[in-house]
């Protein structure tokens, strides 16, 4: 089963902050929070991980709560090319197996 | 970032038929694979773990004998559909990762299978 939470769809103005939120209040100690997105008819693309702290790339940045127990993606400056599925994934230890959950279908408006 | 190529991108195929689909990694080595498949609309759905040189670890449900795996190298792992039927229609997806332990995994762009 997956072990993460996300609401289901969001909508952004183009421009603004995208605040993607993920529980995953089972997660274990030693297991990484993993972001893709997946743009229509395209295999997923890796966006960012982390464990314990947060994380930023050129991408986005990813904050994870002190408990762990949920973590929220943020794309600074959300354009109409980030509209997608995005998927928070724990990562199983000693493997790159991913349980996908159902994912957060954002939709950035013009 | 490494690539993961996957071929042919779009299939369709007859009923009764096989159909093979390949999943490349093209700048690192995999000794594990992993293969999805996704129906319109809904979730990637894990179906196996293609590990190389010895047998597929094939998820709960999942027919080994319906879809063969073969990782015959480091770089390559083929799925093929046997006897294909309309149901079996989807967008299956294969992911690769190299061996250092905190890094993250590559998705191949996909492969739509239409059977008619």
């Known amino acids: 089963d997956a072990k993460t939470t996300q609401p289901p769809s969001m909508d952004c103005a183009e421009g603004r902050a995208a605040n993607l939120p993920c529980n995953h209040s089972t997660i274990s100690g030693n297991e990484y929070v993993y972001w893709y997105r997946q743009i229509h008819s395209q295999g997923p693309q890796y966006i960012i991980h982390?464990?314990?702290n947060n994380e930023t790339n050129e991408m986005a940045s990813l904050i994870i709560t002190e408990d762990r127990k949920s973590s929220t993606l943020i794309l600074p400056h959300a354009t109409l090319r980030d509209t997608a599925v995005y998927y928070c994934?724990?990562?199983?230890?000693?493997?790159?197996?991913?349980?996908f959950g159902t994912g957060t279908r954002l939709k950035v408006l013009a | 970032g490494a690539v993961v190529s996957q071929h042919p991108s779009r299939v369709i195929c007859k009923s009764g038929t096989s159909v093979k689909i390949e999943c490349r990694s093209l700048d690192f080595q995999a000794t594990t694979m992993f293969w999805y498949r996704q129906f319109p609309k809904q979730s990637l759905m894990l179906m196996a773990t293609s590990n190389e040189g010895s047998k597929a670890t094939y998820e709960q449900g999942v027919e080994k004998d319906k879809f063969l795996i073969n990782h015959a190298s480091l770089t390559l792992s083929t799925l093929t559909v046997t006897s294909a039927h309309p149901e079996d229609s989807s967008f299956y997806i294969c992911?690769?990762?190299?061996?250092?332990?905190?890094?993250?995994?590559?998705f191949g762009q996909g492969t739509r299978l239409t059977v008619v």
């Open positions: 994934i724990v990562r199983v230890v000693g493997t790159y197996k991913y349980i």
């Open positions: 992911s690769a990762s190299g061996q250092a332990s905190n890094t993250e995994a590559f």
């Open positions: 982390g464990l314990k």
